[in-house]
């Protein structure tokens, strides 16, 4: 089926270790997001690519960094996980036309002990 | 840059009958959209339905409206004849989906 792909679904990972999220989609969308969110904070914007080859920080872009490696993807990656990175993360795609809403993927649930 | 204020954590309502969440939104732009997506327990983010600002009239898809107000930067969405799926969090949005807080519904049978 057609949309946005996330993986991991789920991902436990110590204090300190790194990792890297994935996101793909294959709508032919240009912009791409990365979003978390935590009880309470609703969806918060960590970082954005409005097309292939540019990625800008978003709300709470500290301890993320992230590739648009293509135009289909688009990953987010801890260098040294902390607790406070404990959270559901989404990746979201739209088309040029803003008129359109984004799509979303399933999320990963990213656990940090 | 848009900020978005949803005021209502929780909301219920009874079966059948008619339920509005509240979205207040700030923004210096002229031409801008809204939306509102719904989340399940299944963790989807679902579009409901969305506004575009330059247009006088409120969307409307099926059971789901919205109260478009402009001048006062209101967009609250209403859900007629409440179903039993309709049980989820709704978050409202804006340009690059700078999302409010969410308010969760709750539909008593």
């Known amino acids: 089926n057609a949309g946005v792909t996330q993986t991991p679904k789920f991902q436990v990972l110590k204090t300190g270790q790194s990792m890297t999220l994935q996101c793909a989609q294959d709508?032919?969308?240009?912009?791409m997001y990365w979003y978390r969110q935590d009880p309470g904070m609703g969806l918060r914007l960590i970082y954005y690519?409005?097309?292939?080859?540019?990625?800008d920080k978003g709300e709470v872009p500290n301890g993320y960094n992230v590739s648009r490696l293509n135009k289909r993807e688009f990953s987010l990656r801890l260098e040294s996980a902390a607790p406070s990175q404990t959270s559901v993360y989404f990746c979201?795609?739209?088309?040029?036309?803003?008129?359109?809403?984004?799509?979303f993927g399933s999320g990963t649930r990213l656990t940090v002990v | 840059a848009q900020t978005v204020t949803q005021s209502q954590p929780e909301m219920s309502v009874q079966e059948a009958e008619t339920v509005t969440l509240s979205c207040t939104y700030d923004t210096s732009e002229s031409d801008y959209y809204l939306f509102w997506y719904k989340q399940p327990p299944s963790r989807q983010m679902i579009l409901v339905i969305r506004q575009e600002a330059y247009k006088q009239q409120n969307a409307t898809e099926n059971r789901f409206s919205v109260n478009f107000q402009k001048a006062a930067k209101s967009f609250s969405l209403k859900i007629s004849d409440s179903q039993l799926g309709d049980a989820a969090m709704y978050f409202c949005g804006g340009r690059k989906l700078t999302f409010g807080t969410g308010t969760r519904l709750t539909i008593i049978p």
């Open positions: 690519s409005a097309s292939e080859g540019t990625t």
């Open positions: 709508m032919n969308h240009n912009s």
């Open positions: 979201a795609s739209r088309e040029l036309d803003r008129a359109y809403g984004y799509t």
